[in-house]
């Protein structure tokens, strides 16, 4: 295994990791089509819930732990002490073992209070007891993933990933079906109506569980035949400094605490705004199955959707860490403040036309990928146009955190998420209670949160690298080519419509948009020859511009 040095590195890996996540996600939603088919908007929020509350626990106990362990690795592996580096991977396999058992137990033994007192939404119990063996096995795959990318390779987590999601498409559609009819049978035997929805999405979230399986075995593969690379480099590492597996462990701890903090805070909206949701609609008179289906329709179709170009945008987080822990070992500020610079043009490049894009073809999309929406369609639909922004705003503020935690500061992106959701907090319960806007009060609030820990973000970036991000390249001329670009889209939708239909003409005008929203970015000079030849296959590009004629 080699240390990779280039200086544009962390682009090139968190483009081989943004491939896999676009592949990971498109599998997700294509898979959640057929799932939303059995479940229905009931049973997708009940499996929805489920996954928040897993997803929570599993921040407390060991999500950040690949964060963490790439950060240790990255700073040993460019002091050379590969000793070291292999240490803090043991150290965090221990770690795994015993935070991701804990958080496996609790989960399981805790799953129906819960659901029940917390959420108001008892028969979530069924999906979440079924998760909590995905717990302890996440725990191990991150201690792997981490170790991977504290020597800048995204590969192996990138390759997790993909298989990962297939086999959890296969598994969930398949035993959410087995299961959904199981619940049925309850049902009809005199049971509550709401059983077939609950045990199917307990059917689906069994596909967590397989998926992390085979990507642990997966990894546990790579790191066997890695082995000897990594051992070799253990025999030449004749560094002095040797530390103890105590104050390696004290490390891990001390790195973990405020990354497992900020990542909770910041991620724990998804579950308190559910919460509060569900209490107020009780309250103002809407029942169960109202409420879970409204909120079915916001995290089975919209969240979803969203997802898919976020966690494009998510990618150079991980792969700035180590990055800019490297910049930050070997005292090279300008360095650091040419990547910090780089990574928020590329999210900006990203999140904003594919907010535009979705807000432009709301409608369309969500006929595409959802034909039996119904009734719901003019909802799914509203959302996803009012949340376009919290696309750009989650992007950004995913990518501000990883930048702070790749230069040592650790507690300002928790004080920063701490601020956030507490105004976030009130936000929300003036628009539920005050101006009633029921389910939009959520996408707005959500807006706000990300908006207001981008603001402090950025503030402490600037500060800490006398730094401030150019305007015009990285904000307004990706705007200002998605709206061109959304306009073009949505045109294009409206002329083939009445000839092609709804998903041929859905298609069209997305690969319309695309080629538009490049062509404006060359035209406009939003990107550059020399940072296109930074990404993979950038040279494909730049002839195709040059064949244009939009490049010299």
């Not at 362990?69 to 580096?85: C, D, H, Q």
């Not at 500060?463 to 150019?470: A, D, F, V």
């Amino acid at each position: 295994m080699n240390k990779e040095k280039g200086s544009n590195n962390f682009l090139v890996q968190g483009s081989i990791l943004a491939i896999a996540s676009i592949v990971a996600k498109i599998i997700g939603l294509i898979y959640r089509i057929p799932l939303t088919g059995i479940l229905g908007d009931a049973g997708n929020s009940y499996y929805s819930t489920a996954n928040e509350i897993y997803n929570i626990i599993l921040m407390i106990s060991s999500f950040s732990l690949p964060l963490a362990v790439s950060k240790l690795v990255a700073e040993r592996i460019n002091w050379g002490e590969y000793r070291n580096a292999y240490r803090v991977f043991r150290c965090a396999i221990r770690f795994a073992l015993i935070a991701g058992g804990a958080g496996m137990l609790f989960t399981y033994a805790l799953a129906g209070f819960i659901t029940k007192y917390l959420m108001t939404f008892e028969l979530a119990k069924y999906a979440l007891r079924v998760l909590a063996p995905a717990i302890f096995i996440c725990a191990i795959v991150g201690a792997f993933r981490g170790f991977f990318q504290g020597y800048a390779t995204m590969v192996p987590t990138a390759i997790s990933q993909v298989i990962e999601q297939i086999v959890n498409a296969i598994v969930s559609v398949v035993c959410a079906g087995i299961m959904f009819r199981y619940g049925v049978q309850l049902a009809a035997a005199g049971g509550n109506s709401m059983l077939g929805p609950a045990w199917g999405a307990a059917g689906g979230t069994f596909g967590t569980v397989a998926s992390l399986t085979v990507a642990m075995l997966f990894l546990m593969l790579i790191f066997s035949l890695q082995r000897k690379s990594i051992n070799k480099q253990i025999r030449r590492d004749h560094t002095d400094h040797k530390e103890t597996d105590q104050q390696i462990n004290r490390l891990l701890i001390a790195t973990i605490i405020p990354i497992v903090l900020s990542t909770v805070i910041y991620n724990i909206t998804n579950v308190a705004d559910q919460g509060i949701f569900n209490k107020v609609l009780h309250g103002q008179g809407f029942t169960e199955a109202q409420y879970a289906t409204i909120y079915g329709v916001y995290t089975g179709k919209f969240r979803v959707l969203m997802n898919v170009p976020l966690s494009l945008a998510s990618c150079l987080a991980p792969s700035i860490v180590p990055s800019l822990t490297a910049a930050v070992a070997h005292n090279d500020k300008q360095e650091a403040v040419r990547k910090v610079q780089l990574s928020i043009r590329f999210t900006m490049m990203i999140t904003i036309p594919c907010a535009v894009g979705m807000a432009a073809l709301a409608s369309p999309i969500i006929s595409m990928l959802y034909p039996s929406t119904g009734d719901s369609l003019e909802l799914a639909a509203g959302i996803m146009q009012a949340g376009a922004l919290m696309t750009i705003f989650y992007g950004l503020s995913t990518l501000t955190t990883g930048i702070l935690q790749g230069l040592g500061e650790l507690r300002a992106p928790l004080v920063h998420c701490a601020i956030a959701l507490v105004l976030h907090f009130f936000v929300l319960y003036f628009l539920l209670t005050g101006m009633t806007l029921n389910i939009y009060a959520v996408v707005y609030a959500n807006i706000f949160f990300a908006f207001v820990v981008c603001v402090l973000n950025a503030l402490s970036i600037g500060r800490l690298l006398r730094y401030r991000q150019e305007i015009v390249r990285t904000f307004i001329i990706p705007a200002l080519s998605s709206v061109i670009m959304g306009l073009a889209c949505y045109l294009c939708y409206k002329g083939l419509n009445h000839f092609l239909g709804n998903a041929v003409s859905t298609v069209i005008s997305i690969l319309v948009g695309v080629v538009v929203y490049a062509i404006g970015m060359v035209s406009l000079r939003g990107i550059t020859e020399e940072e296109l030849s930074e990404i993979p296959k950038g040279y494909l590009l730049i002839r195709l511009f040059r064949k244009m004629g939009l490049m010299r």
